[in-house]
Structures are given as structure tokens and as C-alpha cells.
């Protein structure tokens, strides 16, 4: 029970502390200009160019789409940065010299980057309710179960892409490559069904997917359970990343321990 | 003039060999625009009157933009960060000139995206890519680099001003991608944003480039277009000798020429 308490209370103080110390969010400007600005200028631009081609009565389609995109930031770069920094900063060889227990230290850099997948997405729709986003019929609780799940599945991803940032020297690369693949393969942008096949089956493996799907369907009122099936699978992709990012974790404190080279790049 | 020359020479080929080999730099004008033009290419394809080479340049003109904006930004800041920066300033050339160089070299890897976007749209799908007016497209292109050089003469102090300027520089990659009309035309968008683009030159290099290369404009409209960008690119370079004389002043008289 007491080192239950203890993981706890590491997971909790851990997943705080990296999340205040990132992009050194403590600066305002930072967080505007990163988590609002940007994904909400993504948004429109992906919306007037969808528009250009399929005119203005599509723009749901993108709004609903680049909305749900938008936990990406949060998953890729945020949950990214808080795993990859601790090797920039010098503070990863306390880290794995601590007893501290290490799936609640690993799944903690996810957690706050979760919540704040959340609110983008919520900034996100609001901004949509201004464009052209019709919410009059939508199921509002499964639509925000849809968001909360995707916004868990995509830190899974981020959880995986920040194992590998240990070893690797340009994240920034990695994960701009991610955030971008994901906006052409996700379907935030593109009707899936009507693409080639080899985008489909990337899409399938891909997490984000899924829940744009359910969040189309809700928002036209379907009940939760015409979508549970989709999210469940879009849960269980987050968790197979999250859990690939986490033996890679491991592996990775093995090697560095067996060969020195914590803090080697 | 002819020592100047050869400073923005030596700062262009020793800052392009640095930048070649970037990560960040290769993702900004080679990957991103080749996603922006596969994005795009399933966007639009199916509407009327879709021309493959209007999407291949736009997205090229996304990676030019980001490029500019970014290795701008950091021009000045890096040269701060790596110790530099009081060298320079206490040299006899002035930070200008060599941060002229460096905007050269910027745009040079810059224009790679346009190398690169079009074999997405050539052997991907297997469109056939003419450029309508090739020697007019050409001035238009040699323009758009006049364009963006001065455009980043002006990023590059307003972000080195102060240290909390360049935490905005995100927030600025997508806006211009909107309201300079790269992949589609600002008619679209809200009256009071028309303003803004017509102050930019991307905007204008923009459609200079896809009246040149798609052919769907008038002699007399890229004639405006080109006269806009050289009439905004002088403008551009004032306001930036004024920005550099600022940021010397303010650098020399606070001493946070070395602050990180």
C-alpha cells in the first residue's frame, strides 16, 4: 500500500513538474504563441483550403478534423519534450539513478500533456462555433469521451517518439515528421474512404484516426454506442504505443547503464 | 562596396554549408512541403479546374515561408547564443551585412522545396507539369527571393529586440501560409484580412508565380505584381537598417549584447 502511495505521489509531482517546466511554459507568450496560435492558424488554413475544393457547406468536415488535431500538439511535442529534455538538461542520470518507480515516473510525463490535449481541442471547437461548427445536434458527453480518448491515444505515440528521443539527436525532426504525417494520414483532412489503399492502411495503424471518425459521427448525433467499437480500438492503439514507448524506456536505461552512455549523444 | 561583397559572400557559403546538413532545416524546406503538396494534391484534385504546377508551387511557397520565418528569427539569436554576437557587433562590418549573407543562404536552401515538391506531383500522380510563361516565371521567382531576403532582414532584429520576441515565432508560420494566398485565393477569407495581404510581399510573389506559371492572369497583373514586390522589398529593407540600428543601439546601451 505505502509504495502504491509512493508511486502515486510520484506520478502525480513528476507528470507537474516536467509539464511546468516545458517550452518554458511559465512564459505566457510561449503557450499563446504554441498551443492557440498555431494549431488554431493550422486549423483555418487547412479549413479555407478544404473549402476551396469541396466549397463552404464541408466546413464541419475540417473543423471537426483540425479540432482533434490539435491534442497532436500536446501528445507529439509536448509528452516528446518532457521525456527528451530530461537528457538535455542533465537530469535524466538522477533520474534513473532514483528508486523511484519507473512506469509511474514514464506514464507521468503524459498526464498534464493529456489535459491539455483537451482544453486545445475544447479552444479549438470554440473557435470552430464562430466558422461554421453546427453543435445543436451533436452528443456533447460522447463527444468529450471521444476527445479525452484521443487525446490519450495520441500521448501514447508522443510516449513512444519520447523513448526513442533518447537516442536520438534531433527530435525536433522526428516529431515535426509525426505531427504532419499525422495530418495527412489521419483523415483530419481527407475523406479515407475514397483514398488509395496505402493511405488507409496507414491510417489504420495510426492513432487519431478513430476518433476524428467517432467525432464526425457524434456530431451528427449517433448515440455513444454506434462508436464504442472505434474507440475502443483507438484506446487500445494509445496503449500498445504508450506500452512499445515504454519497453523502449527500459531497454534504453539497460544499454545506458551496461554501456555508460547515459549521457552520451 | 567590393569588401562588403565579400563578407556577404564568405557569411552565405560558410552559413549554407552549416545549414545543408540540418535536421530541422531539411524537414522545414523538403518534408513539410512535400506533405503540404500530397495534403493538397487529394485536397484539390478533384475540383474544377485544378492545375497540379498551382499546388506544387504554393506548397514550395509554404516551405520558402517557414524557412524565412524560422532561420530568420534565429539569425541574430543564434550568433547571441554561440558568443558571437559581440564579435560581429565590434567588427567593422556592419551586423546587417552579415546577417544579409546569412538571409541569402536561407533562401537559397529555401528554394530546395520547390525542387523537391514537384517530383510528388510528377511521379506520385503522374501529372504532366508545365510552367506557362518559363522566362516570365523566372523573374518572378528571382523577385520572390528579393521578396523574402528583405522580408527576413526585418524578422531577424524584430525578433533579437528582445529575448521574449522570439517565443512568438510559432504563431506566425501558418497565418502568412492564409493570408498570402499560397494554396488558395484570399477572396476566401474575411474583407478586413485583404489589407493584410496586400502589405506583404509573399503575397504578391505569390501571385506572381502562379500567374507565371499557371498562366491565368494577365501581362498587366504580374507587371503590378512585380512592381508591389520591388516597392514593398524597399520599403522592407528601410524599416530593417532602421531595426538594426535600434537593436545596436539598445544592445550597446543596456549591455545585453552577450545575454542569453
Known sequence: ??????????????????????????????????????????????LYLGMS??????????????????????????????????????????????????????????????????????????VGGFIGLDLTSANLPGLAITILISSISTCGLGLMLGSISLTALNIMFVNNTFFFLLLVFSGANLQLDKMPAWIQSISKWLPLTRSIQSARILINGAPLAEVSLLLASEFAIGLTYALAGFIFFRWFEFQARKRGTLEAF | MLSK???????????????????????????????????????????????????????ALTGLWSGTLFFNSFNVQAERWSG??????????????????????????????????????AFLFGFKLTIAHPSLFIVSLILTILALMSLGLVIAPIFSLNPGNILWVNAFEFPMYIVGGFLFPVLMLPVWTTPISYILSPYWAARALHATSSGNASLNEVFISWGLIVFLSLIYLYISSWLFRVLLQKSKEKATLGLQ
Not at chain 1, 5 to 25: D, Q
Open chain 1, 1 to 46: 500500500m505505502r509504495r502504491l502511495i509512493t508511486s502515486l505521489r510520484i506520478f502525480v509531482s513528476g507528470a507537474w513538474l516536467s509539464y511546468i517546466a516545458l517550452f518554458h511554459w511559465t512564459h505566457p507568450a510561449s503557450y499563446i504563441a504554441s498551443k492557440i496560435v498555431m494549431p488554431i492558424a493550422s486549423m483555418l488554413f487547412f
Open chain 1, 53 to 126: 475544393a469541396t466549397g463552404h457547406d464541408t466546413a464541419q468536415f475540417y473543423i471537426v478534423g483540425n479540432a482533434l488535431q490539435i491534442v497532436a500538439v500536446s501528445a507529439i511535442y509536448g509528452v516528446t519534450m518532457t521525456v527528451s529534455r530530461e537528457r538535455n538538461m542533465g537530469t535524466l542520470i538522477y533520474l534513473i539513478g532514483s528508486p523511484a518507480n519507473r512506469l509511474a515516473i514514464f506514464m507521468g510525463r503524459a498526464f498534464f500533456n493529456i489535459l491539455d490535449g483537451l482544453l486545445g481541442v475544447v479552444i479549438g471547437f470554440i
Open chain 2, 84 to 121: 558571437c554576437l559581440e564579435n560581429i557587433v565590434g567588427s567593422p562590418t556592419h551586423l546587417q551585412t552579415v546577417v544579409l549573407g546569412k538571409a541569402l543562404a536561407n533562401i537559397t536552401i529555401s528554394l530546395s522545396s520547390m525542387i523537391f515538391s514537384y517530383p510528388i506531383a
Open chain 2, 5 to 59: 561583397l565579400r563578407v556577404v559572400w564568405t557569411v552565405f557559403y560558410l552559413y549554407l554549408k552549416q545549414i545543408a546538413i540540418d535536421g530541422f532545416i531539411i524537414f522545414t524546406v523538403i518534408i513539410q512541403p512535400l506533405l503540404v503538396a500530397l495534403l493538397a494534391i487529394y485536397m484539390l484534385r478533384d475540383t474544377e479546374g485544378f492545375q497540379a504546377i498551382y499546388v506544387i508551387v504554393g506548397s
